[in-house]
């Protein structure tokens, strides 16, 4: 039987335990997905009590929008890394950019996603405007440079492909979606790279694109 921990009136929580409860959140919600997951089973698997959480989380709303948070910074530092990389060349930088939203897509179960969406849509809001704004923002540069420098075929149009790719994400990579595929979520980003950017490379940027680990033929697999 777990000794449960109770903070007085006056203490407050360790930068230890918040950090804990935010990790034990996040694996239960992953498991289990949001709705299911109750603040009595984070105490619980804390060895806390609930007042002692409560000193730490105003509660389940707020501690899912502290992972996604955590979750979005984690991805904009990756993106950042990769964009800032002195001498990498675009299709090696496009490759890293695909590898690293197919890893963080692949954290996402469907029933996670869907919670999201259904319960706390101002946090699935915020999901979105972070893809609108950073993933987007920085894939446009990406594509504009990489046609510049012949990466990508001189026909190819900038504006039409961003939109191919934003409608892609929005209406496959979705939770009801991804519930319904019998693919995990980055198997479905490794097709839909592979369909939309296969034609527009030339050959040789392809052949590098493809050497540096781009999902475009070997998606990771995860269990969900």
């Not at 919670?115 to 946090?123: C, E, V």
Request: net charge positive; aromatic share 8%; charged share 25%.
């Amino acid at each position: 039987m777990k000794t449960k921990m109770v903070l007085s009136v006056s203490e407050k929580p360790s930068a230890k335990l918040e950090a804990r409860i935010i990790d034990t959140a996040r694996r239960r919600f992953l498991e289990y997905g949001f709705v299911r997951v109750t603040m009595d089973d984070i105490a619980s698997d804390l060895g806390i009590s609930k007042a002692t959480l409560y000193k730490s989380v105003r509660g389940k709303e707020d501690l899912l929008r502290r992972i996604v948070r955590s979750v979005l910074g984690s991805i904009h530092f990756r993106i950042q890394t990769i964009m800032g990389a002195p001498g990498l060349p675009v299709a090696e930088k496009l490759a890293r950019l695909f590898s690293a939203l197919s890893e963080e897509f692949g954290q996402i179960r469907p029933a996670m996603a869907l919670d999201i969406r259904k319960a706390a849509p101002d946090i699935w809001a915020e999901i979105e405007a972070f893809r609108k704004e950073h993933i987007l923002t920085h894939f446009r540069n990406l594509l504009e440079t990489g046609k510049a420098e012949g990466v990508f075929r001189s026909e190819t149009d900038i504006n039409l492909i961003i939109r191919m790719f934003l409608f892609a994400i929005q209406g496959i990579l979705n939770p009801e979606e991804i519930a319904r595929a019998d693919r995990s979520p980055s198997q479905t980003f490794a097709a839909i790279v592979k369909i939309l950017f296969g034609g527009i490379l030339t050959d040789t940027a392809r052949l590098a694109f493809e050497q540096s680990g781009a999902p475009l033929h070997n998606p990771r697999q995860e269990d969900l």
